[in-house]
């Protein structure tokens, strides 16, 4: 007797068979989005797709597209629609309650997520080297007080190594070095750049001199310095390729202005530094040359974690020149 020959099943069949019954499509492919289930609602509360367009701020062709569209993802009439106005149908009122605790889940959400965001924008923490926070964060941190006026600042001064220590243990949101390099686990944007000078007391010998100190010179004087792991050390030493011991070791900015203005000896500063101090003549500059004391002020904070909230606009404060 004849008849349609099967085709024998393999295990390659079975397999595939399995594998589309257990992965079945993406959710969001299957369920409507948040706009559909709220206009759903509206017509439900309204009893007028017309309305329920109107207090959503579309238009009725877009309603009744989208409620189309909703009816054919889910396979279901969900609205009869009539010269009387839009009805449910039992279908429809089923989805209807499922749609409410849908909405009432993202509304949740929602609230719940701007109050970390609100958290969030009530603070912001800041670790900066020395330099920086002596002579440029209080300007940015005033313009940002100006847009933000109810964001609570806290700011930890350092020198580079501490500073990079604070956003990798999660301490701070926002850091700013003055470093040769970016420390490992940080990402980093430049925004600005400083020079360093070697200055001196008036009554110095190297305030008389005719010429200017060379690399090996200067690399060969003992210095009053900041401590290792500072900025303004590792640029020095990066450019001389070593130091002699230091003359004195210091852990901020402003004190080793104030041993070079004593007449301790002379030290390497930034520029943004000793304004006041060489329009005085407190300080002098000493000319060098062979060697380059530039260096590049960076922003920076964990890696592949870019600044949002207020530290994102201090960020943009900062590279647009405060304000």
């Known amino acids: 007797m004849g008849g349609l020959r099967r085709t024998p099943r393999t295990a390659a069949d079975d397999g595939a068979e399995r594998t589309e019954r257990q992965v079945p499509a993406a959710l969001a492919h299957r369920v409507p989005d948040l706009g559909a289930l709220e206009l759903l609602l509206a017509v439900a509360r309204l009893g007028?797709?017309?309305?329920?367009?109107?207090?959503?701020?579309?238009?009725?062709?877009?309603?009744?597209?989208?409620?189309?569209?909703?009816?054919?993802?889910?396979?279901?009439?969900?609205?009869?629609?009539?010269?009387?106005?839009?009805?449910?149908?039992?279908?429809?009122?089923l989805v209807t309650d499922w749609a409410r605790r849908v909405v009432e889940a993202a509304e949740a959400f929602d609230a719940g997520t701007q109050a970390l965001r609100?958290?969030?924008?009530?603070?912001?923490?800041?670790?900066?080297?020395?330099?920086?926070?002596?002579?440029?964060?209080?300007?940015?941190?005033?313009?940002l007080r100006g847009h933000r006026p109810d964001t609570a600042v806290s700011l930890l001064a350092g020198n580079s190594a501490t500073v990079a220590e604070r956003l990798l243990?999660?301490?701070a949101d926002l850091g700013f070095v003055e470093g040769v390099s970016v420390p490992a686990g940080l990402d980093s944007v430049v925004i600005a750049h400083d020079r360093l000078i070697v200055v001196t007391a008036p009554a110095h010998p190297?305030?008389?001199?005719?010429?200017?100190?060379?690399?090996?010179?200067?690399?060969?004087?003992?210095?009053?310095?900041?401590e290792k792991g500072s900025g303004t050390r590792q640029?020095?030493?990066a450019a001389?390729?070593?130091?002699?011991?230091?003359l004195i070791e210091l852990s901020s900015t402003t004190a080793v202005k104030a041993a070079a203005v004593s007449g301790a000896g002379p030290a390497v500063l930034s520029e943004l530094a000793v304004g006041d101090e060489l329009t005085l003549r407190r300080l002098v500059t000493v000319?060098?040359?062979g060697v380059a004391l530039r260096r590049a002020l960076r922003a920076v904070w964990p890696a592949g974690h870019r600044p949002a909230g207020p530290a994102r606009e201090l960020l943009s404060l900062t590279r647009s020149g405060g304000g």
């Open 287 to 289: 000319p060098v040359e």
């Open 169 to 171: 243990a999660g301490e």
């Open 240 to 246: 001389l390729g070593g130091l002699a011991r230091p």
């Open 206 to 226: 190297w305030a008389r001199r005719r010429r200017p100190l060379d690399a090996a010179e200067l690399a060969a004087t003992p210095l009053i310095l900041r």
């Open 48 to 93: 007028s797709l017309g309305g329920a367009a109107r207090e959503l701020g579309i238009t009725q062709p877009a309603a009744s597209s989208r409620i189309r569209s909703m009816e054919r993802q889910l396979g279901l009439a969900l609205v009869d629609r009539s010269p009387r106005g839009s009805r449910l149908t039992d279908a429809g009122a």
């Open 235 to 237: 640029v020095l030493d």
């Open 118 to 143: 609100d958290r969030r924008d009530s603070r912001l923490r800041v670790a900066a080297s020395m330099t920086i926070a002596e002579y440029l964060l209080p300007g940015w941190l005033i313009a």
